[in-house]
Each structure stands twice: as structure tokens, then as C-alpha cells.
């Protein structure tokens, strides 16, 4: 049977591989917290874990996760208390936070490549994570703030 | 009468220099096509074809034209990020080439790229092994001349330590064919794969000659 690993989870497959995991996390396992941006990979907001790597779930078909483990902001930490999210909080990041989840995803794999990451490992990192609201800055110091936390927990 | 005279003299004088010179000018034209001419020597070093500069550099004029098209060229850049579109804009976002041509962190090239390309307009496209060429050998197509890209594509220090077999192959490699299958709306490379195949081992099995500078 074909499956997908989601948040430690097994899900069965029984749909058109063809769909976007996207649809799969959201309409069928009911994991809304991955948001629909632009549907093409243009924004970020779609981004999950896909065996570690930051995929962008509108435009990767099921086909490509299954036998794979997936990622979403809602098992990133059992409690809500991965550094990125506890500095989420302590800097309150968001505006109207769509693009949060994915922003969030984004900087936990940067994270974990770059424990400590200077400004342009930032820049080169997020690049590919767009805010309409522009809060570029506070995700920045978020980010500086998550690896300091991080650090401690070490 | 006595400039007649003199002029008679000097006709025997004129044969030899106008050989000369007739010499010279052909010299030129062979140099004209094969400046340099500079075929590498582990590109034809015992491969038993027979060489011909012209149909080799002639040849090459349909090459380049293609390695210059945005299909190709946009994917071997000067600079360490891609590029994009028929204009040859520097890839939205700015993903890095990172040290194995395919990204960095969370920009890697397959994060959106997938191996097929993505159905509809402005998605992304796709096949598999998607990348640039590595940062230790960039293998750069864009501001090259015809000259300094047939010299570069025949030296295994810059081509991925291809040989002339490795090279006849290249033409079929899987993300080299995808310039003719690039997904909705993008243009296609001014000649057909086959026809660019054919001219790419012409050129190579004549000498692999690079134009004049």
C-alpha cells in the first residue's frame, strides 16, 4: 500500500498521485495550518518538510511523497515550543501571519544547516519566502533570536 | 618607350610576388575560420575521424546559436545565480548555484523544480537531476564568444572532464533534451534537437575547430 509519513503519522493513499500534497495535507488529512499562496512555487507559504528538505507542497505531487516523510507546521514541535516558534512569540512576527507557516518551515531547515546564521545566510535562505505585509525585519531578528534559544537548549 | 622597357623588366619579378601574396591571402581565410584553431588534442587524439576545419567551424555557427538560446543558456550563467525567461533575467527569488549546482538551505533547485516540468504557464519546470553546473566548474555559456565557448567546450578542465565520447553523448543527456520539451510558453531553441545533434558531432568528429576571434 502506498503511504506518506505525516508528523510521524502513516496516511494511506488512496487518491490520484497526481494531486499536490498540498491538497492531500489540507482536504484530506486536515492539516490546515500549510497555506495556499500562488499555487506555482512563487511564494513560500505552501512550504513543508519533504525528508528534510523544504518543499514547496503546490506544486509537488503526491507521487513524490509517498514512501516519504512530510513535515508541517503542525508537528515541527509537539508543543508549539520549537525555538523558531518561541521567537515567533517573543517577537511577535506576524501581521496578518498567512505566510507564517511557510516562513517558519523555511527558517527550521535553515536552522538546522546553520545553527548560528548571519544576516546574508538569512537573506539567502527566506529569499524564497515573500510577506505582503513586509515583516522581513522581525523575521530576520526572530530568526537571530530562534538561534539563540537553541543554543541554550543545547 | 623606356618606361615600356622597364616595366618589361620587372614582369618576371611580379609572378613570384603575386604567388606571395595570393599565399598570404589564403593563409588568412584558413586562419580567418580557425584562429588559433586550437582543437584540443584529448578531444581528437586517436578517434580516427577525419578532421575539416570549415564543415567543423560551419558546424559550430549552428551550436552556438543554441548553447546562446535562452533554453541553454539561462541555466549556464556568468554570475552564481540562474537565470530566467526569453530575456535572460536573473531567476526571481535569486537562488544560489551552491557548491553542487543544485541550491543551497531551503533555495534548493528541487524544492520547486520537480522532474517533470509543472503544467500550466509561469510554473516551474522541471526533470530530473535539475541543476546548474557545479561552482568548481561553471561551464558559463553567457558573454561567451563563439570562439571562447567551442575552446572551453572541448577542454576537460571546463567541461566536466568530458572526453570526445562523453561529449557526442552529452547530446542526449536527459536535461540537455529538455531545451525541446521546456513547457507552456517557453520559446524553443532556434533548431531542432535533431538538427543540433547532428551539427554538435559534426563539429566535434571534424576537429572540433573554434571560429576566429
Excluded at chain 2, 553546473?133 to 578542465?157: C, I, T, W, Y
Aim: proline letters at 6%.
Amino acid at each position: 500500500m502506498n503511504t506518506i509519513r505525516i508528523n510521524e503519522k502513516e496516511y494511506a493513499v488512496n487518491i490520484d498521485k497526481e494531486m499536490p500534497l498540498l491538497w492531500f495535507l489540507r482536504d484530506h488529512v486536515g492539516l490546515t495550518g500549510t497555506k495556499y499562496g500562488c499555487g506555482v512555487a512563487q511564494c513560500g507559504a505552501c512550504v513543508v518538510h519533504l525528508d528534510g528538505e523544504a518543499v514547496r507542497s503546490c506544486v509537488t505531487k503526491i507521487k513524490r511523497a509517498v514512501g516519504k516523510r512530510v513535515t508541517t507546521i503542525e508537528g515541527l514541535s509537539e508543543h508549539g515550543d520549537h525555538p523558531l516558534q518561541l521567537a515567533w512569540k517573543d517577537v511577535d512576527v506576524p501581521q496578518c501571519g498567512y505566510c507564517h507557516a511557510g516562513q517558519i518551515m523555511s527558517a527550521a531547515v535553515l536552522l538546522r544547516e546553520l545553527p548560528d546564521p548571519t544576516d546574508q545566510d538569512i537573506d539567502d535562505a527566506m529569499t524564497g519566502n515573500i510577506c505582503r505585509c513586509g515583516t522581513y525585519s522581525r523575521i530576520r531578528k526572530a530568526i537571530h533570536r530562534a538561534a539563540e534559544l537553541q543554543k541554550q537548549k543545547i | 618607350m623606356e618606361l615600356y622597357q622597364e616595366n618589361k623588366k620587372l614582369r618576371p619579378r611580379r609572378i613570384p610576388i603575386t604567388l606571395s601574396v595570393i599565399a598570404l591571402f589564403l593563409i588568412g581565410i584558413v586562419s580567418a575560420f580557425s584562429d588559433d584553431v586550437s582543437h584540443s588534442a584529448d578531444v581528437d587524439a586517436g578517434t580516427g575521424f577525419k578532421e575539416d576545419s570549415l564543415k567543423s567551424v560551419i558546424a559550430f555557427k549552428k551550436v552556438y546559436e543554441v548553447l546562446q538560446s535562452p533554453r541553454c543558456m539561462n541555466c549556464h550563467p556568468k554570475g552564481d545565480i540562474p537565470l530566467q525567461g526569453d530575456q535572460n533575467k536573473l531567476h526571481a527569488m535569486f537562488p544560489k548555484r551552491g557548491a553542487d549546482g543544485k541550491g543551497i538551505l531551503t533555495m534548493k533547485c528541487a524544492n520547486c523544480h520537480q522532474t517533470e516540468n509543472t503544467v500550466g504557464l509561469k510554473t516551474p519546470p522541471g526533470s530530473p537531476e535539475w541543476h546548474l553546473p557545479p561552482a568548481n566548474m561553471k561551464m558559463v555559456f553567457q558573454g561567451r564568444s563563439p570562439h571562447e565557448l567551442a575552446k572551453q567546450l572541448v577542454d576537460p578542465k571546463q567541461n566536466g572532464n568530458k572526453d570526445l565520447k562523453a561529449l557526442i553523448a552529452h547530446a542526449d543527456d536527459g536535461l540537455v533534451k529538455w531545451g525541446w520539451n521546456p513547457g507552456e510558453g517557453r520559446t524553443l531553441p532556434p533548431i531542432s534537437h535533431a538538427e543540433f545533434k547532428e551539427a554538435w558531432i559534426t563539429w566535434l568528429t571534424k576537429g572540433a575547430y573554434a571560429p576566429g576571434k
